[in-house]
């Protein structure tokens, strides 16, 4: 019998060894799931034209497809440019406006170009300056196009500007500051602004962070997209704009956006000669998961679901072990404890000496 406990020990000290061993030491932890792979940015063309020696501006035709208007920094006179997505120039707009800083441009829904001469390095300008000309029908270079000139004022001081936002609906302008510490701010224009005097503008909401060259909104007339350089913001549109997605876009001095070919992707440019244009996807903001209907067949989980799921089955597999153990421990401490079949084999030797009934040693034994 004393070989029989040592059996059950043994066993019961191998379960117990089962039991830690089924146990994993860790669980790996898995990504989230990412969603559908973003295209990678897209070159569409490059603005070669050593006329363009720094594109700050860009906006799409309405009456030209594969048409885009772009503009340079400070120090050019009133001109405009058309090029294509073959980065030729196609025509040459000139106004007669003395110009400061053009610093963006955009197109509302009728065909006409806005030409926002609103760049103030050292916030000294009492008033900026938006000029407008007509889209022509035809794409030809053009001197002495009739303009108009508008005239605004920051209701707290002046700042330093290079975004433009021309609302799809209604042609409502917005000015987009442009910070190089903190953030900047959005501005709105009167619904119809004046031409005679100057209009003021109504601080709306805080920009996005991020030192803000460009913008423009989406047809949709829902979105914003806004350029730093180094990426591009989506923000949803309304009393009070919010970012709601952020993505990289090509390096150098990011300076451009516009609407791209089509309603999800805009199109981003920088500075210099030579500068590329590059096709990238308007960031957009991750679904949110939803719970399965009622009734639905449930989808295989991801993999942070499939370890848990794994390491829910090794938790059971160990407890069974570890009860299978304690069950085998118990069996061999209450049946066979230490010296019990000796206290039986000595009962039963005095019984004989005396005389007694070993059935009942063997009752007393059961009592």
Not at 115 to 127: E, L, T, W
Not at 175 to 204: F, H, M
Not at 280 to 285: E, F, G, M, S, Y
Request: proline share 7%.
């Amino acid at each position: 019998m004393r070989q029989l406990r040592t059996a059950f020990a043994l066993l019961a000290a191998t379960l117990c060894t089962l039991a830690g061993v089924a146990l994993p030491t860790s669980t790996a932890s898995a990504s989230p799931d990412a969603g559908p792979t973003t295209p990678a940015p897209k070159k569409l063309f490059t603005i070669r034209d050593s006329r363009i020696e720094e594109s700050s501006g860009l906006a799409k035709s309405v009456k030209h497809p594969g048409v885009y208007w772009t503009v340079n920094d400070s120090g050019d006179t009133g001109r405009v440019f058309a090029v294509d997505t073959a980065g030729k120039v196609k025509a040459v707009l000139r106004f007669g406006a003395k110009v400061i800083d053009v610093e963006a441009l955009g197109v509302d829904r009728d065909g006409t170009i806005y030409i926002a001469d609103i760049g103030d390095n050292k916030a000294n300008r009492d008033q900026i300056e938006i000029y407008t000309i007509p889209e022509p029908e035809t794409l030809e270079d053009e001197s002495n196009v009739k303009y108009h000139r508008y005239d605004f004022k920051y209701p707290d001081g002046a700042h330093d500007a290079e975004t433009l936002l021309i609302e799809p609906g209604t042609s409502q302008l917005y000015i987009v500051t442009k910070a190089l510490k903190g953030t900047g701010a959005i501005y709105a224009a009167p619904p119809a602004p004046s031409r005679e005097g100057t209009n003021d503008l109504t601080k709306l909401a805080a920009a996005p962070s991020g030192v803000i060259t460009d913008g423009t909104f989406m047809p949709d007339g829902q979105r914003v997209v806004l350029r730093t350089y180094a990426d591009v913001t989506t923000v949803a549109w309304g009393e009070t704009p919010n970012a709601i997605a952020r993505g990289s876009a090509p390096l150098g001095q990011g300076e451009t956006v516009a609407v791209g070919p089509t309603d999800e992707t805009v199109l981003v440019g920088s500075e210099g000669p030579n500068s590329a244009v590059y096709q990238v996807q308007v960031p957009a903001k991750a679904a949110a998961s939803k719970p399965p209907a009622a009734g639905t067949t449930p989808k295989p989980g991801s993999a942070t679901e499939s370890n848990s799921s794994s390491s829910g089955k090794s938790n059971n597999f160990r407890w069974i072990i570890v009860g299978a153990a304690l069950f085998a421990l118990i069996i061999t401490v209450v049946t066979f404890p230490p010296g019990r079949r000796e206290r039986q084999d000595r009962q039963a030797e005095n019984a004989r000496l005396t005389g007694q009934s070993t059935s009942t040693s063997r009752r007393r034994q059961h009592s």
